[in-house]
């Protein structure tokens, strides 16, 4: 059975796994190099207040993980969120990524945000086509802004206001 909940500190070790197997095979992130769980703690650390990580779990097993981090350091800015889903690869066409949207949409809006911001590789049409049944709407498309697996990249730009 499925189980999502608010991300604790013991949680940061399978939170940093999921995000480094995304690191080294997809383009779902631009990082290039794996994190450590050292090298996460600081940002683990600033989501507090309006902004969250959650974990879905099954069978004790972390499946995946969102967060809804600030958009920019800027205070104008304090209301909007930059999204951000990992799936493990085994859990991967099992819902989880809409259970874990939908959650993190119920959390902004409870939370005082106004918008959320998603940012999807060109390349990942299932994030695109989930974030558009959710209720996110394509916004525009950075294009050539990344540069990974040897090949330049778009991302679009996803917005939910809440």
């Given at each position: 059975?499925?189980?999502?909940?608010?991300?604790?500190?013991?949680?940061?070790?399978?939170?940093?796994?999921?995000?480094?197997?995304?690191?080294?095979?997809?383009?779902?992130?631009?990082?290039v190099e794996p994190k450590s769980v050292a090298e996460q703690e600081d940002w683990f650390d600033k989501h507090t207040g309006k902004y969250t990580i959650i974990v879905v779990v099954e069978d004790n097993?972390?499946?995946?993980?969102?967060?809804?981090?600030?958009?920019?350091?800027?205070?104008?800015?304090?209301?909007?969120?930059?999204?951000?889903?990992?799936?493990?690869?085994?859990?991967?066409?099992?819902?989880?990524?809409?259970?874990?949207?939908?959650?993190?949409?119920?959390?902004?809006?409870?939370?005082?945000?106004?918008?959320?911001?998603?940012?999807?590789?060109?390349?990942?049409?299932?994030?695109?086509?989930?974030?558009?049944?959710?209720?996110?709407?394509?916004?525009?498309?950075?294009?050539?802004?990344?540069?990974?697996?040897?090949?330049?990249?778009?991302?679009?730009?996803?917005?939910?206001?809440?």
């Amino acid at each position: 059975m499925l189980k999502i909940r608010t991300a604790a500190k013991k949680d940061l070790s399978s939170i940093t796994d999921i995000y480094n197997e995304a690191v080294l095979n997809t383009t779902a992130t631009f990082d290039v190099e794996p994190k450590s769980v050292a090298e996460q703690e600081d940002w683990f650390d600033k989501h507090t207040g309006k902004y969250t990580i959650i974990v879905v779990v099954e069978d004790n097993i972390i499946a995946g993980w969102a967060a809804l981090s600030p958009w920019s350091e800027r205070r104008a800015y304090s209301n909007t969120a930059d999204v951000a889903v990992y799936i493990k690869k085994e859990f991967h066409g099992k819902g989880i990524g809409k259970q874990l949207v939908k959650e993190l949409i119920n959390k902004g809006s409870k939370n005082g945000l106004h918008t959320a911001i998603a940012k999807i590789c060109s390349e990942n049409e299932v994030s695109f086509n989930l974030f558009k049944k959710l209720g996110f709407k394509h916004i525009g498309t950075m294009e050539e802004v990344g540069y990974k697996f040897d090949r330049v990249l778009d991302v679009h730009l996803m917005q939910i206001i809440f």
